[in-house]
């Protein structure tokens, strides 16, 4: 990793992580010869798009962009179209297989932990010779405070990141990063502008031998990363909680306030941040 990466990395895990975009957007701006890099680094709330041919929506990420196109995992098209003869970076037949599952399953996974949003998995080769990829799986979702969190919006964005490589004769060796990113800005009458913001990162390793319950030893790689997921993204919402909500919890809870209307406001800038916390259900449901 070059300085310059190393400064420009620097200033954004120092500013306000809702200014993401905007301070990646001047960074790049500032020196162009660095836009590659710094979007493969640097994590930022998804965004979606619509698959024209399914008109399903899938989400935008470094992982299926080429170029300026998306590829979409419904379709495995790119929008807007490429017009080189190859049709822009796809996975093998065999491996497009397994993306097509995958996303069956995690849609699953995405309907019963978050009960909305959209999701998106993508797969590229590594070594076709020897069968090792690599695979993203990506959750965004948008909430919005009901009537007694009125001013309240929120936003989920998940990305998992496997490497899957071989390891030994039938041992496979599964890595995966994971980032969570949070953004709950509030505007609240007689509290003012709030904005909880944040992102939690975190990496786990496994090696695994792949079983063949029926010949099909894709099935088994999902069996295999499905749980991984699972128990990673458990674990990091557990720490956001953690984190953004409880630190912030005690932290107003230590202060020492005399007037009565300041205590009110403080007691229910804290009930919008456990509420906030206790929207998203928490019960493991197997993937």
């Known amino acids: 990793?070059?300085?310059?990466?190393?400064?420009?990395?620097?200033?954004?895990?120092?500013?306000?992580?809702s200014d993401?975009?905007?301070?990646?957007?001047?960074?790049?701006?500032?020196?162009?010869?660095?836009?590659?890099?710094?979007?493969?680094?640097?994590?930022?709330?998804?965004?979606?798009?619509?698959?024209?041919?399914?008109?399903?929506?899938?989400?935008?990420c470094d992982y299926n962009?080429?170029?300026?196109?998306?590829?979409?995992?419904w379709?495995?098209?790119?929008?807007?179209?490429?017009?080189?003869?190859?049709?822009?970076?796809?996975?093998s037949a065999k491996l497009r297989q397994l993306e097509v599952e995958a996303n069956k399953v995690f849609d699953v996974y995405r309907h019963q932990y978050f009960e909305g949003g959209v999701s998106s998995v993508f797969m590229w080769d590594l070594d076709e010779s020897v069968g090792s990829f690599a695979a993203c799986f990506c959750i965004q979702k948008d909430a919005q405070g009901a009537k007694d969190m009125?001013?309240?919006?929120?936003?989920?964005?998940?990305?998992?990141?496997?490497?899957?490589?071989?390891?030994?004769?039938?041992?496979?060796?599964?890595?995966l990063?994971?980032?969570?990113?949070?953004?709950?800005?509030?505007?609240?009458?007689g509290l003012g502008d709030i904005d909880l913001s944040g992102s939690v990162t975190k990496q786990v390793q496994k090696t695994a031998k792949l079983e063949q319950y029926t010949g099909d030893e894709h099935q088994s790689h999902l069996e295999i990363m499905g749980p991984?997921?699972?128990?990673?993204?458990?674990?990091?919402?557990?720490?956001?909680?953690g984190v953004y909500f409880q630190k912030t919890k005690e932290i107003v809870n230590g202060m020492r306030v005399v007037d009565a209307q300041i205590k009110a406001r403080d007691k229910k800038m804290?009930?919008?941040?456990?509420?906030?916390?206790?929207?998203?259900?928490?019960?493991?449901?197997?993937?």
């Open 177 to 189: 990063t994971s980032t969570v990113l949070v953004s709950m800005p509030m505007k609240v009458k």
């Open 228 to 241: 991984m997921l699972e128990d990673l993204e458990l674990d990091l919402r557990g720490t956001i909680e």
């Open 270 to 287: 804290r009930d919008i941040a456990v509420n906030a916390a206790k929207s998203q259900p928490a019960n493991k449901t197997g993937l």
């Open 75 to 91: 379709s495995n098209e790119y929008f807007p179209p490429i017009s080189d003869a190859d049709g822009g970076f796809k996975p």
């Open 65 to 73: 962009r080429d170029g300026d196109s998306y590829r979409s995992p």
């Open 20 to 60: 993401i975009d905007n301070n990646l957007e001047r960074l790049i701006a500032l020196r162009g010869d660095l836009d590659e890099e710094l979007c493969q680094r640097v994590d930022t709330p998804l965004e979606l798009d619509q698959d024209e041919k399914t008109n399903q929506s899938f989400i935008l």
């Open 150 to 175: 009125k001013g309240f919006k929120g936003a989920w964005s998940s990305v998992h990141v496997f490497e899957v490589n071989t390891a030994a004769q039938n041992q496979w060796n599964y890595k």
């Open 1 to 17: 990793m070059s300085d310059d990466i190393k400064y420009c990395l620097n200033i954004l895990r120092r500013s306000p992580p």
